[in-house]
């Protein structure tokens, strides 16, 4: 089938049932046409779903920028009080020039997110030849990490993946130019000055030594009772563009009691998530390294930056926000670099075991079930799945 074909039926399927479309896009997601229509069923999620969580705060701001000038948004103390960082200005901006839907309004912010999802994975396209069975298992793990409810935020997460897309292209291409076009992403979310850091940093401290020696310090530090995340929102960079709620000292109060009843009382299985992602990166990597020393010497600079971030992490650990953040962060750049070792020649065949296969496979199946789990609000929508444009599903409405 031509590619042309190809194209030409999806569209038809999609009209008729955007859930199957989904479904065969990620059947054939190698097909840059599938990746298109996986984009577009995301806007056909959000469409149907309308805004939730942090988007629905966004939404409300939105709806003040009809009939109003760029600047004078720029200016307001609602827009400024979401966030200082231009993109949801100009996003709510173009939108509102067409007075969009609530439906539109969220069905464009969860089909950019997932643009820049896919141009992320794309990155690593020269790897998807030849996959086998521990490939595949660790590229779902790079797709899952985050979870799927993240289509909700308009700021961070998106400005994550637009960091992720110049960082992977640095490490595939060893062009310096896309490294130094990492911190694009502040122009989404202030916050990922972290991740700019972690990766030039990465680039300075080339001793692995010195990165694990790193790591081990943030794990003892991890329960020193010191607000880590709190300490960098009062540097005088960070406050000039931070949001401004959030340099409250009744919000830091409130987090920091959230945090203490989350770490104390939370869901056990949503804590050991990530942790048990990340174990899974690190046994794989060491199941490597017994076969092959040199492991670790390809792509350096992003083990460094895995390793950093996950410091990092820990390091915030008093603030549940920040680490949930961060420590996902980490287990996004770990999962794409473990992606990108295991597909060298040297690597590709040192892993056969079924053993591997299935200790690998069922850590990301685990962190696979419980991103659906937490998206079960959605999920559970049933008429989402069967139905199409023509069939509008009552709106869901999830504050953040």
Not at 263 to 285: C, D, H, K, S
Request: glycine share 6%.
């Amino acid at each position: 089938m031509t590619n042309g074909t190809y194209a030409l039926l999806m569209t038809i399927l999609f009209f008729v049932s955007p859930f199957l479309t989904f479904v065969i896009s990620l059947c054939l997601f190698r097909n840059v046409i599938s990746q298109i229509f996986f984009v577009a069923f995301a806007f056909y999620f959000g469409w149907q779903v309308g805004p939730n969580l942090d988007l629905l705060n966004h939404y409300h701001n939105y709806l003040n920028f009809f009939g109003k000038s760029l600047w004078q948004m720029f200016v307001d103390p609602y827009s400024l009080y979401i966030g200082k960082e231009p993109f949801h200005f100009l996003f709510k901006y173009i939108l509102s020039l067409f007075r969009a839907s609530e439906r539109v309004f969220a069905g464009c912010a969860c089909a950019f997110y997932a643009a820049c999802f896919i141009l992320y994975m794309r990155q690593m396209r020269q790897y998807f030849q030849h996959l086998n069975l521990i490939k595949l298992i660790i590229l779902i793990g790079a797709a899952v990490a985050i979870e799927f409810h993240w289509f909700f935020g308009l700021r961070f997460w998106t400005g994550a993946f637009v960091f992720m897309i110049f960082y992977v292209k640095y490490m595939v291409t060893k062009n310096k130019l896309y490294l130094l076009l990492t911190p694009v992403c502040l122009f989404f979310h202030v916050v990922l000055v972290i991740f700019v850091g972690c990766a030039f940093l990465a680039e300075i401290i080339r001793s692995v030594k010195l990165q694990y020696i790193l790591l081990a310090v943030s794990f003892f530090y991890k329960y020193v009772d010191f607000g880590f995340a709190k300490f960098v929102a009062s540097l005088p960079f960070v406050k000039m563009f931070y949001k401004t709620n959030y340099q409250s000292q009744e919000l830091q109060t409130f987090l920091a009691q959230k945090t203490k009843d989350y770490l104390e009382n939370g869901n056990i299985v949503y804590r050991l998530r990530l942790p048990i992602m990340i174990f899974g990166i690190f046994f794989t990597l060491f199941l490597l390294w017994i076969k092959n020393k040199n492991v670790n010497k390809v792509f350096p600079q992003m083990y460094g930056m895995f390793l950093i971030t996950f410091a990092v992490a820990n390091f915030g650990y008093s603030d549940m926000i920040f680490y949930g953040r961060v420590l996902k962060m980490a287990t996004l750049v770990g999962y794409a670099y473990l992606f990108m070792v295991i597909s060298q020649k040297e690597n590709v065949n040192t892993i056969k075991s079924l053993f591997v296969k299935s200790i690998m496979g069922g850590i990301v199946l685990f962190g696979l079930a419980t991103a659906l789990v937490e998206e079960r609000m959605f999920l559970l929508n049933i008429p989402l799945w069967f139905g199409n444009f023509f069939t509008e599903v009552p709106l869901l409405e999830y504050d953040d």
